[in-house]
């Protein structure tokens, strides 16, 4: 195998397309923002005075195991990892109905729900973008290598 078919199979040539940055981008904002949240309900569990201490720790906990998901996906994304756009589409995709709950809700859920619908949507466009497919390295149905 030559070196020239190495580097073609590990990254595709060119420079990262902007839209490959963005979808980057917007899914590590995703991941800070479960981390910030899941920081923010593990100490209101521990200092506060919830409802359900062992919920709020819990909830604080899942939320942010669940950052590691967007975030590990930002970082592939980065690197033109073909593997990272299938978590980063899971990402948006269950951010969705938790837009939806959110602008459903009463109060401040409203805008949060706004910008999460937002960026999951304009996320999975740029996710299924063409450029960003060919950027990853992703063939469509009948591309494979004969």
């Known amino acids: 195998m030559s070196s020239e078919q190495t ?12 839209r490959l940055t963005y979808a980057a ?7 800070l923002a479960l981390v910030a949240g899941g920081v923010w309900m593990l100490v209101l569990g521990l200092t506060g005075d919830p409802d359900d201490r062992q919920q709020a720790v819990t909830g604080g906990i899942t939320l942010a195991v ?3 998901l967007p975030l590990l996906a930002a970082r592939g994304l980065l690197a033109r990892r073909s593997w990272s756009r299938g978590p980063a589409v899971i990402t948006q995709i269950m ?3 938790v837009a939806y709950n959110l602008l459903t809700s009463d109060g401040t859920g409203i805008p949060v729900g706004i910008v999460l619908a937002v960026v999951a949507v304009t996320s999975l466009v740029l996710l299924v973008n ?7 390295g992703i063939r469509g149905p009948g591309g494979a290598q004969k």
């Open 130 to 136: 063409g450029e960003t497919t060919r950027a990853l």
């Open 95 to 97: 951010a969705l109905p």
């Open 66 to 68: 669940l950052a590691l």
């Open 25 to 31: 981008a917007l899914a590590a904002l995703e991941g």
């Open 7 to 18: 580097t073609s199979t590990e990254q595709p040539a060119g420079p990262r397309p902007r």
